[in-house]
């Protein structure tokens, strides 16, 4: 390689982050948690593939929409021309795969999926072009209790996840023959206001006018404040769905205010909507949105299906976890096996096994690109990786069938900080030990905290 250019490093693709291992513990407790609590609601999961054909999303989402419109990765298989795209959200493709393997056939179906999405936006705090979502889908189900069942499991998961900065903001947007009594007012009003509407929302003021309301404009707050309520033209059972939902979560001492302008990006959504916002996370305070989709089943040529569902921002949750100082258990194991000559190495595998066996986890030093095979080096290394113990194995135990076992984590001036044990006997007495003492050896049952 000397005499060559050295070879040029290429780099990710912006907006699309790595996750690093020190952030894998943080992102394991929070799956860990949706997890059980999804589980709790008797919600199953569903893993449907990263690419749809773009006609999926173009008919789900609507044409007039920041996704379809701007945000999709969209490209030709050049094998067969097929026109794909990287799911931008996951509603679309549950909703797919539940027709398409007839799911619900036997009955209502609570389903929830975790996973990356992909929109070309611009990078920012919150705002990635790879990112994850977690979300539920609960298809086939009338509500309006499904409604304030799903609203409750996203409150469980804050509380479980000890966020408790997150508030909840709820809307009915009535069904299609409401929203276009109030599409006909609202068309008027932003008319007798044009001045006021910026370039997009001109755009949109025939083809999307609802989501006008949605702007996040300074300019236009005040305007869009005082434009016609869809609240008010909702018909008698939009109202009774909607006041079935509210009754549910007040029972439940759910807290929420009602935002008359919450509207939700995507087309298909129709009465509940809601979104769990926070103060925390400057512009990109939403971490959760959802709402019923009742139509979106019929337009995808299902038999009418109603359904309901959220999908909330995973990495704009983590950072709140961050942000909130919850302990959390960082990358460490239990033992270190420390080993000097081939005899010990071999040795050494065999005990590194056993103490798995065992239930513990166990790091066993490998020989390294950058040295470190002395044994102070190794030593050090043991130190570092956060291990309660170093199992210690030299020429002089395998002579003797022995191994040293060091407390790497024992009280300054301790008596017994380090032992010499049958070699047979080392599995019982690090269990011994780490159970007696109270250690954490269990990372993945027990309780686990986080701490930044
Ligand atoms: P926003 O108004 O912030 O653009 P959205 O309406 O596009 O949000 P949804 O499509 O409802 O968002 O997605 C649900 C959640 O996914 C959002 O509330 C947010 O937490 C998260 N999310 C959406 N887009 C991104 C992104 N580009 N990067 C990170 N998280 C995102
Ligand atoms: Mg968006």
């Given at each position: 390689m000397s005499e060559q250019k050295k070879a040029e490093k290429i780099v990710g693709v912006k907006g699309m982050n790595?996750?690093?291992?020190?952030?894998?513990?943080?992102?394991?407790?929070?799956?860990?948690?949706?997890?059980?609590?999804?589980?709790s609601y008797g919600f199953q999961q569903i893993r449907t593939p990263i690419v749809e054909p773009t006609a999926l999303f173009a008919r789900g989402l609507g044409a007039v929409t920041d996704i379809?419109?701007?945000?999709?990765?969209?490209?030709?298989?050049?094998?067969?021309?097929?026109?794909?795209?990287?799911?931008?959200?996951?509603?679309?493709?549950?909703?797919?795969?539940?027709?398409?393997?007839?799911?619900?056939?036997?009955?209502?179906?609570?389903l929830w999926y975790v996973g990356p999405m992909f929109r070309h936006e611009r990078p920012q705090r919150g705002r990635y072009r790879q990112f994850h979502q977690v979300g539920a889908e609960a298809v086939g189900f009338t509500g309006p209790d499904?409604?304030?069942?799903?609203?409750?499991?996203?409150?469980?998961?804050?509380?479980?996840?000890?966020?408790?900065?997150?508030?909840?903001?709820?809307?009915?947007?009535?069904?299609?023959?409401?929203?276009?009594?109030?599409?006909?007012?609202?068309?008027?009003?932003?008319?007798?206001?044009?001045?006021?509407?910026?370039?997009?929302?001109?755009?949109?003021?025939?083809?999307n006018p609802l989501r006008i309301l949605d702007t996040k404009n300074p300019t236009m707050q005040e305007m869009v404040n005082a434009a016609p309520k869809l609240l008010d033209y909702l018909g008698e059972e939009s109202r009774a769905h909607f006041e079935g939902v509210q009754k549910i979560l007040n029972h439940n001492n759910i807290p929420f205010t009602i935002n008359p302008r919450l509207v939700r990006g995507m087309d298909y959504y129709n009465r509940t909507v809601f979104e769990w916002v926070t103060?925390?996370?400057g512009s990109q305070g939403t971490v959760c949105g959802g709402?019923?989709?009742?139509?979106?089943?019929?337009?995808?040529?299902?038999?009418?299906?109603?359904?309901?569902?959220?999908?909330?921002?995973?990495?704009?949750?983590?950072?709140?976890?961050?942000?909130?100082?919850?302990?959390?258990?960082?990358?460490?194991?239990?033992?270190?096996?420390?080993?000097?000559?081939?005899?010990?190495?071999?040795?050494?595998?065999?005990?590194?096994?056993?103490?798995?066996?065992?239930?513990?986890?166990?790091?066993?030093?490998?020989a390294s690109a950058n040295g470190g095979g002395s044994f102070k080096a190794q030593m050090k290394r043991a130190d570092g990786s956060g291990a309660a113990f170093a199992v210690i194995i030299g020429e002089d135990e395998v002579t003797a069938n022995t191994a040293v076992v060091k407390h790497l984590r024992a009280e300054e001036g301790a008596e017994q900080n380090q032992v010499s044990v049958e070699f047979d006997a080392v599995v019982d007495y690090v269990v011994d030990q780490i159970v007696g003492h109270g250690h954490d050896h269990d990372h993945d049952h027990d309780h686990v905290h986080y701490h930044p």
């Open positions: 790595d996750i690093l291992p020190a952030d894998a513990p943080l992102w394991e407790l929070f799956e860990n948690t949706v997890h059980s609590v999804l589980k379809v419109e701007k945000e999709m990765y969209s490209f030709t298989d050049s094998m067969n021309g097929d026109q794909l795209t990287l799911r931008p959200e996951n509603t679309a493709g549950v909703v797919r795969a539940a027709l398409e393997h007839n799911l619900t056939y036997d009955g209502p179906k609570r499904v409604d304030a069942e799903l609203i409750m499991m996203c409150q469980r998961l804050w509380d479980d996840l000890g966020l408790s900065d997150i508030r909840l903001e709820l809307n009915s947007i009535g069904n299609a023959e409401e929203r276009n009594k109030h599409r006909v007012d609202l068309i008027a009003y932003f008319e007798q206001h044009k001045e006021l509407l910026d370039t997009d929302a001109q755009r949109r003021l025939h083809a103060d925390q996370l709402g019923r989709y009742d139509p979106l089943i019929e337009m995808f040529g299902g038999k009418p299906t109603p359904a309901c569902g959220f999908a909330m921002g995973v990495e704009r949750i983590l950072e709140l976890m961050k942000a909130s100082g919850e302990q959390y258990a960082p990358n460490q194991c239990d033992v270190y096996v420390v080993h000097q000559g081939e005899a010990a190495q071999l040795q050494s595998f065999v005990l590194a096994e056993r103490l798995r066996t065992a239930g513990l986890d166990v790091v066993l030093h490998c």
